[in-house]
């Protein structure tokens, strides 16, 4: 059975009391190693939209540990998805974590309506907004995780004043706005640097993200990993969501093969 996650205060990792909790392995194997959690989280941008409660149910059987909800509105991106009331109705069907990933302009207006239908974790772009601290405080304040989005256009040393005020960054491995991209492998040096200096860090990548690219994001320390396509079109999801977990806790938790089969 799914849990939401608990804590909505303290950043990082490490201090969360989750789920995810579990002892990892310290021998590390790769260069951007950390012991963050590998969390697998479908991008319901891909489903089939026209029964979003069965595929929601669907990937958290295969063990999805939480669903990446994109928020688009036609302007900040050119598409448009959905918007609270369509997230407040799939809200009572499961106790999944609903990561909300706003690709909105001014987001600040979206927080209360966000909260209010039941979302877990606010990411915002830190593009769409003009004061990040206010909007960090905002959106605590509403009893939500704070996520930080970055476009592939901006730097992961713009992130870095705003890092210990968050639960997690999200650098986008894709242009936001559009499902289906290729995965942009030229991104990997964002999330080392992002990794190497914040190593109890969740980082999440977004974009192109399956079974033939998990393991260049895992490498470069990426421990949680929105996957859309690549899962909801699957003939096995569930398989599909192992491989990558896979993938993220050995290179990134270090875990030997033989701990791997006992996942």
Partial sequence: M???????????????????????????????????????GPSLLASDLSCLKDESLKVVAAGADYLHLDVMDGHFVPNISWGPPVIKSLRPHTKAFFD??????????????????????????????QDPLALI?????????????????????????FVEL???????????????????????PKVEAIRAKYPTLDIEVDGGLGPSTIDAAAKAGANMIVAGSSVFKAADPMA??????????????GKSDDQLTKL
């Fill in 100 to 129: 909300c990933h706003m690709m909105v302009s001014k987001p600040e207006q979206w927080v209360p309506d966000i909260a209010a239908a039941g979302g877990d974790q606010f990411t915002f772009h830190l593009e769409a907004t």
């Fill in 240 to 253: 599909v969501i192992l491989q990558m977990r896979h993938s993220v806790e050995k290179y990134g938790n």
């Fill in 2 to 40: 799914m849990f939401r996650w608990q804590s909505k205060q303290r950043p990082h990792c490490l201090n969360r009391i989750s789920r995810f909790d579990f002892t990892t392995s310290r021998s590390f194997i790769a260069s951007m190693c950390h012991s963050c959690t590998c969390k697998i």
């Fill in 137 to 161: 405080k905002q959106i605590r304040d509403a009893g939500m995780k704070v996520g930080l989005a970055i476009r592939p256009g901006t730097s992961a040393e713009a992130a870095f004043p």
């Fill in 166 to 188: 968050v639960d997690m960054v999200l650098v986008m491995t894709v242009e936001p706005g559009f499902g289906g991209q290729s995965f942009m492998a030229d991104m990997m």
